[in-house]
């Protein structure tokens, strides 16, 4: 959420920054600002007529007193009622308005995102490569079809060396976080309403996600969790930074067909993915931000695989977020990279949502925390990436050499059988 205090004091500025990623006819700031009026202008009312009947309760009561006071109370009822309404109105405009861009962050869409970084080379093949759902189904690590039976379209399971390869993943990503001084969380998969607003997935969000009869939802990304975990408290400044990493199941309806190329499981309802994610005081977001770059970056180059990383462009950020890379992995059967992580700076915006502060050590006032998150990383794209840049002429894929010593005996090729 936006402080109302700094759009009322930049007006032009806030409008001109959220305009890189909304159409003109989707930004109102003059009635939010109007409401904020409306709003402060009723509170003012209501405290004036708390105060007066406050004066008559210490004064012996008379008949005009009573009558007074009983109008007072009409009164103050009807106007909690109206400030009620404009409450709600209000926050449901606040919560609905994105992050304001980063100012190195261009304006426009998908379409003006902006390579930065690339790592490796495009693989070259002296023979005809195969995909990667031909590549698993040959090897019988993947069963698409009996995932169709139980589930229906978008689901995959996991067979054999495909379980273990997926399972390498995990421990290497859990291991390499470890290492780097992020604190391992696992956590509920189902979270409330009151969460998924404080995270920002919601009001927007909403469809894209699976709802219980009990109006809980299946968890997105593990950022939704990880941005909860400091909801409502006030930390000591010592305590920061937090760095955590968390593991979970992502579920997404992914509404609408699916693409041809985007078989098997490029997309998907169902996948793993561990979540990097920073608590930081205000003036270290930014290197936070730096650092877990570096860290998603270094655990795909660890794995060997030509990847890229660019920088979205505003149309493109989730709402939450004022800057955000994505790192693309090569996938080779379609020609395109594809996104196996998404590291992103929020600054204030989701802990003002949560309530998320810290005690200033030196001036004894709470301030609003910053918080960051990165996929460090999503495995659903990066199975397909490895199958298929790394096979061979006999239809074998060679597993990268980090994930060996995840793997039974060491590992090293996933044979034709």
Not at 41 to 52: F, G, P, R, W, Y
Not at 277 to 294: I, L, N
Not at 313 to 337: F, H, N, Q, R
Not at 396 to 416: G, K
Request: hydrophobic share 40%; proline share 4%; charged share 25%.
């Amino acid at each position: 959420m936006l402080d109302i205090k700094y759009i009322r004091d930049n007006e032009a500025k806030v409008k001109t920054a959220l305009l890189k990623r909304l159409a003109p006819e989707d930004l109102d700031l003059a009635s939010i600002l109007a409401l904020d009026d409306e709003r402060k202008e009723a509170i003012k009312k209501v405290e004036e007529l708390k105060s007066e009947r406050n004066k008559f309760s210490k004064t012996k009561p008379d008949a005009a007193t009573i009558a007074r006071m009983k109008s007072l109370g009409e009164e103050i009822a009807a106007l909690d009622r109206s400030l009620a309404k404009i409450e709600l109105e209000f926050s449901a405009k606040m919560l609905a308005l994105p992050n304001i861009p980063a100012d190195d962050v261009v304006a426009g869409g998908k379409e003006n995102n902006q390579v930065i970084y690339t790592f490796g080379e495009l693989p070259k093949f002296t023979f005809m490569p195969k995909d990667h759902v031909e590549l698993a189904t040959s090897l019988d690590i993947i069963d698409y079809e009996r995932a169709a039976k139980m589930s229906g379209s978008g689901f995959w399971i996991y067979k054999g060396v495909g379980a273990l390869l997926e399972w390498a993943l995990l421990n290497y990503f859990i291991d390499f976080h470890t290492q780097n001084g992020y604190t391992f969380i696992i956590p509920p998969f189902l979270l409330n309403e009151a969460s998924a607003t404080a995270s920002g997935h919601l009001p927007k969000f909403r469809d894209d996600l699976f709802w219980t009869e009990d109006k809980l939802c299946l968890n997105a990304t593990s950022e939704m969790m990880l941005g909860n975990y400091h909801r409502d408290e006030i930390l000591t400044e010592a305590e920061l930074p937090h760095k955590y990493f968390a593991y979970s199941p992502c579920f997404r309806r992914e509404a609408g067909s699916y693409r041809k190329e985007e078989r098997g499981m490029i997309r998907g309802h169902q996948f793993n993915k561990v979540e990097m994610f920073q608590y930081t005081k205000p003036e270290e977001s930014w290197s936070a931000f730096s650092d877990m770059r570096s860290q998603a970056e270094k655990l795909l180059a660890g794995l060997g695989l030509h990847f890229q990383t660019s920088q979205l462009a505003a149309g493109d950020c989730s709402a939450a977020m004022v800057k955000t890379l994505d790192l693309e992995v090569w996938i080779p059967s379609m020609g395109i990279y594809k996104e196996v992580s998404s590291v992103s700076n929020a600054l204030d915006y989701q802990c003002r949502r949560g309530v998320m502060r810290f005690k200033n050590k030196e001036t004894g006032k709470t301030e609003f925390m910053h918080t960051l998150n990165g996929s460090g990383l999503a495995t659903s794209r990066l199975l397909p990436a490895i199958l298929e840049q790394f096979q061979q002429a006999d239809g074998s894929v060679i597993i990268p050499e980090v994930l060996r010593r995840f793997m039974p005996n060491n590992l090293a090729v996933i044979a034709v059988k």
